[in-house]
């Protein structure tokens, strides 16, 4: 936190900041606001600092939502909100052309841009929305466009799509395709606080409630280049090959579970494709820097392992039938690969 709080007296005398002190600046800000998810509010920054996607899974009211939010209230960026809902259409999600006329008998069309055309997207029960509405949703993640009427509109420079989700609710929803699930770089799980983080969100709350924070002016607003010219840092950190090789042979283990086990050869339906690797090798170099190093560590890669493949295996009916998780298997498979020396 005293990291934290120079950036935070250096941004508000307009002192110039490093891209790390203004990250790690907007995460000690976000996680001041989202008590006890310190956890999840650093994946938030990895995945936004990987220029990728993230999907966002559990349960009502822990905050998923406001952690989006909050994120995009400390960020110099256009947040926008989509509440995805069974009668969605794609042109709510995209935008569509409307006819204008010029008063005199004729007129023409005008592309009138939609709530994806933002910086930070949030998805909100992203499994609500029907077939057409993913689709549509998922050249937007992907190519970073949208299609409308044969012409191609490119998306903003800084671009991400933060997906909500509710593991227990399955009436009116629709699970999300396997093909769209690849293109989250991230899949986070959140989960309850602690009973001591749960009396400060009450404090927290309570505050807000009566104006506590309303009497402190807001802090200056961390700017995109700091993120563009953290992710140009990032692109230098170095991997060895071992460590590609490494990250690797995790993802061919899903693969060829039966070479590491019966335990594996009976959990595993599928394995993760090419996408995952990618996923391992951007993300450990994010956490690898935000660790302060300019070099990748077994650990780094272990530490997002599960959040890069969570959402990448899929489980046999047998695993499924014992209660075997993901996470279970993700467990399984670090343990059972080694590093290369």
Known sequence: MGEATQALNRLE??????????????????????????????????????????????????????AIKSLAHNLEADFSRIQFTPDLLPSDVTGGEIYRSDGQGGGTFEFRQGPVFGNLILADEINRAPAKVQSALLEAMEERQVTVAGKRYGLPDLFMVLATENPIEQEGTYPLPEAQMDRFLMHVRIDYPSDADEVK??????????????????????????????????????????????????????????????????????????????????????????????????????????????????????ATADGVTPDDVIDEVVRQVAVAT
């Open 201 to 318: 969100v009450l404090r927290l709350v309570r505050e807000e409630n009566a104006g506590g924070s309303a009497s402190s002016p807001s802090p200056p607003k961390i700017p995109q280049q700091a993120i563009f010219d953290a992710r140009r840092e990032i692109d230098r950190i170095t991997s060895a090959e071992a460590i590609e090789t490494y990250m690797v042979g995790l993802i061919a283990a899903t693969r060829r579970p039966a070479e590491y086990g019966d335990r594996l050869k009976q959990w595993i339906a599928i394995g993760a494709s090419p996408r995952g690797s990618l996923a391992l090798d951007r993300t450990s170099r994010v956490y690898a820097w935000l660790q302060g190093r300019d070099y990748v560590v077994p650990e780094d890669v272990q530490a997002v392992a599960h959040d890069c493949l969570r959402h990448r295996v899929s489980l046999s009916h047998e």
């Open 13 to 66: 005398s307009r002192e110039t900041l490093t891209a790390r002190d203004a990250i790690r600046d907007l995460q000690a800000r976000v996680n001041r606001s989202i008590i006890g998810q310190e956890r999840v509010v650093e994946r938030l920054i990895v995945a936004l600092l990987a220029n990728g996607n993230v999907l966002i899974e559990g349960l009502p009211g822990l905050a998923k939502t406001r």
